[in-house]
């Protein structure tokens, strides 16, 4: 009975301490298949890189509002969670106390932000584009100024090429808008049909020799922009377009200060070897 007691006695032991020894260890001493008369040397404790000074103080880099702000954001998600799944009065009241102290920050900065707008022009938009009725209505005079000049100076110089097919029904209606929006400004067009047959507005047009191809206009109807005298042609519109986005596109390709992007995105092609 006493052996018995010492059999299992020394088997806990022999557990007790196998499970307290690295994973490294187990591989040799308890591999009894090898034998006891294995020596193999005990695998060097593992040194970890002391961490730099800084690493500690990181968070403390922060500035004060940003700390504020993440412990607010934190609390107002928790309060939110459990307000979420257990409604009570009290929870839900927490919850909307967070909220409440939001929206007041928020007020709080549009207030501020608005006095910088006021001290600073450059951050008004309304300097631009006034909101004010007096302001709209000069606004709208010197843009209507603007178009007349314009569509004056481009009348002199230039034309639109229209290029369609006579089966288009989109070429159909739009061909009236165009029509107007050339009636309006003064700039003549050029229709070109690219199956030979007209339109009521255009009865009468030039045939496609290439030129479509050479422009890559695939897609009727289609409209460009053209400096007979310079050679230059511009796109100006696919498919139908109001009278309205027709006089905005105009004024952006005739007047690149207008945006910045034109320039770069606007391709200008040659009408060298494009005439009828």
């Given at each position: 009975?006493?052996?018995?007691?010492?059999?299992?006695?020394?088997?806990?032991?022999?557990?007790?301490?196998?499970?307290?020894?690295?994973?490294?260890?187990?591989?040799?001493?308890?591999?009894?298949?090898?034998?006891?008369?294995?020596?193999?040397?005990?695998?060097?404790?593992?040194?970890?890189?002391?961490?730099?000074?800084?690493?500690?103080?990181?968070?403390?880099?922060?500035?004060?509002?940003?700390?504020?702000?993440?412990?607010?954001?934190?609390?107002?998600?928790?309060?939110?969670?459990?307000?979420?799944?257990?409604?009570?009065?009290?929870?839900?009241?927490?919850?909307?106390?967070?909220?409440?102290?939001?929206?007041?920050?928020?007020?709080?900065?549009?207030?501020?932000?608005?006095?910088?707008?006021?001290?600073?022009p450059e951050y008004d938009f309304t300097q631009a584009r006034p909101v004010s009725a007096v302001g709209l209505q000069v606004h709208d005079a010197e843009k209507s100024e603007q178009h007349r000049r314009t569509f004056d100076r481009l009348a002199k110089t230039h034309?639109?090429?229209?290029?369609?097919?006579?089966?288009?029904?989109?070429?159909?209606?739009?061909?009236?808008?165009?029509?107007?929006?050339?009636?309006?400004?003064?700039?003549?067009?050029?229709?070109?049909?690219?199956?030979?047959?007209?339109?009521?507005?255009?009865?009468?047009?030039?045939?496609?020799?290439?030129?479509a191809a050479a422009l890559g206009a695939t897609t009727v109807p289609a409209v460009y922009l053209a400096n007979p005298l310079t050679h230059e042609i511009t796109p100006v519109a696919f498919g139908i377009q109001s009278e309205t986005e027709l006089v905005d596109r105009?004024?952006?390709?005739?007047?690149?200060?207008?945006?910045?992007?034109?320039?770069?995105?606007?391709?200008?092609?040659?009408?060298?070897?494009?005439?009828?």
């Open positions: 009975m006493t052996r018995a007691r010492l059999g299992v006695l020394g088997a806990l032991l022999c557990s007790a301490f196998a499970s307290a020894q690295p994973l490294e260890a187990k591989s040799f001493l308890l591999d009894k298949e090898r034998g006891w008369f294995w020596y193999e040397q005990a695998p060097a404790p593992v040194e970890t890189a002391p961490k730099p000074k800084g690493e500690a103080g990181q968070a403390t880099g922060k500035p004060v509002e940003v700390r504020m702000y993440e412990q607010f954001k934190a609390g107002m998600e928790e309060a939110r969670i459990v307000a979420m799944f257990n409604p009570t009065q009290a929870n839900v009241e927490r919850y909307v106390q967070y909220r409440t102290a939001l929206v007041k920050l928020a007020d709080q900065l549009a207030e501020a932000g608005q006095r910088v707008v006021w001290a600073n034309v639109l090429y229209f290029f369609f097919k006579s089966d288009c029904p989109y070429c159909h209606a739009f061909a009236p808008v165009l029509l107007g929006f050339s009636q309006a400004t003064g700039i003549k067009i050029f229709p070109v049909s690219l199956d030979g047959g007209g339109l009521p507005e255009f009865p009468q047009p030039h045939k496609d020799h290439g030129q105009v004024m952006a390709i005739a007047n690149p200060g207008m945006s910045g992007f034109v320039d770069a995105l606007t391709p200008i092609r040659s009408l060298e070897g494009l005439a009828p």
